[in-house]
């Protein structure tokens, strides 16, 4: 397959959604050509070396401004002529500076069922609120906090002896099975997005 859709991946840490992306690239519509993560030492970096996948680190730090800090990753990723971002652990608020430059071409994944709980801890936000269902949502990224279009998302239970550890992990084995399905989705054309809905099909 000559013109598989070059995607860019923007980590922070551990990478466990990396290496599915990684692991399911084979075969699919999409290629991973860039790894760019924002910490130093980050595993993620070595999953992508391992890959083949060549990598930068970014330190937000070495920037007095954000929308510097932005530029230095936009920079990059055009360099490998990437045409879609995927979020996989990636740290850092992107402001409306990034976002605006990438339009429609960001891909979040989150661990909860948006619109609820958006930000930090999502499933520790779940298992406070009490709610029997939780799970992930791949999204598009906007402005907002985890607020931009919903992909596709998918459900697990939640036990009544859950700790956020064991709802973290049930919810990460989704995750892994989500991503690369929607990354091929949009690589393939199958998702289209029309304003806030979705259609098409995994
Ligand atoms: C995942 O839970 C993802 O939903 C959230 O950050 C975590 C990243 O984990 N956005 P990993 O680095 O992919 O293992």
Same mark, same amino acid.
Request: charged residues 20%.
């Given at each position: 397959?000559?013109?598989?859709?070059?995607v860019?991946?923007?980590? @922070? %840490?551990? %990478?466990?959604?990396? &290496?599915? /992306?990684?692991?399911?690239?084979?075969?699919a !519509?999409?290629?991973?050509?860039?790894?760019l993560s924002?910490?130093? %030492?980050?595993?993620?970096? $070595?999953?992508?070396?391992a890959?083949? =996948?060549?990598?930068?680190?970014i330190? #937000?730090?070495?920037?007095? &401004? &954000?929308?510097?800090?932005e530029?230095?990753? @936009?920079?990059e990723?055009?360099?490998? #002529?990437?045409?879609? +971002?995927? /979020?996989?652990?990636?740290?850092? =608020?992107?402001?409306?500076?990034?976002?605006?430059?990438?339009?429609?071409?960001?891909?979040?994944? #989150?661990?909860? *069922?948006?619109?609820?709980?958006?930000?930090?801890?999502?499933?520790?936000?779940?298992?406070?609120?009490? =709610?029997?269902?939780?799970?992930?949502?791949? #999204?598009? =990224?906007?402005e %907002?906090?985890?607020?931009?279009?919903?992909?596709a998302q998918?459900? +697990?239970?939640? &036990?009544?002896?859950?700790?956020a $550890?064991?709802? @973290? !992990?049930?919810?990460?084995?989704e $995750?892994h099975?989500?991503?690369?399905?929607?990354?091929?989705?949009?690589a *393939?054309?199958?998702?289209?997005? $029309?304003?806030?809905?979705?259609?098409?099909?995994?």
């Amino acid at each position: 397959m000559t013109d598989r859709l070059r995607v860019g991946v923007l980590v @922070s %840490g551990r %990478g466990s959604n990396l &290496r599915a /992306l990684l692991a399911a690239a084979d075969g699919a !519509a999409y290629q991973v050509v860039r790894v760019l993560s924002n910490v130093a %030492g980050a595993p993620a970096l $070595e999953l992508a070396a391992a890959a083949g =996948v060549p990598t930068a680190v970014i330190p #937000h730090r070495d920037y007095a &401004r &954000r929308a510097d800090f932005e530029d230095a990753l @936009s920079a990059e990723l055009r360099a490998a #002529h990437v045409q879609l +971002v995927v /979020l996989a652990g990636f740290m850092r =608020v992107l402001t409306p500076h990034f976002v605006g430059a990438w339009r429609d071409r960001i891909v979040n994944i #989150h661990p909860s *069922l948006l619109p609820a709980f958006p930000g930090l801890d999502a499933q520790a936000q779940a298992l406070a609120a009490g =709610v029997r269902v939780a799970g992930c949502t791949a #999204h598009l =990224v906007d402005e %907002g906090t985890d607020t931009g279009p919903i992909l596709a998302q998918a459900a +697990v239970p939640v &036990r009544w002896d859950d700790t956020a $550890e064991a709802l @973290s !992990a049930r919810i990460l084995v989704e $995750e892994h099975r989500l991503l690369p399905r929607v990354v091929n989705a949009l690589a *393939l054309g199958t998702l289209r997005v $029309e304003g806030r809905r979705v259609m098409g099909d995994l």
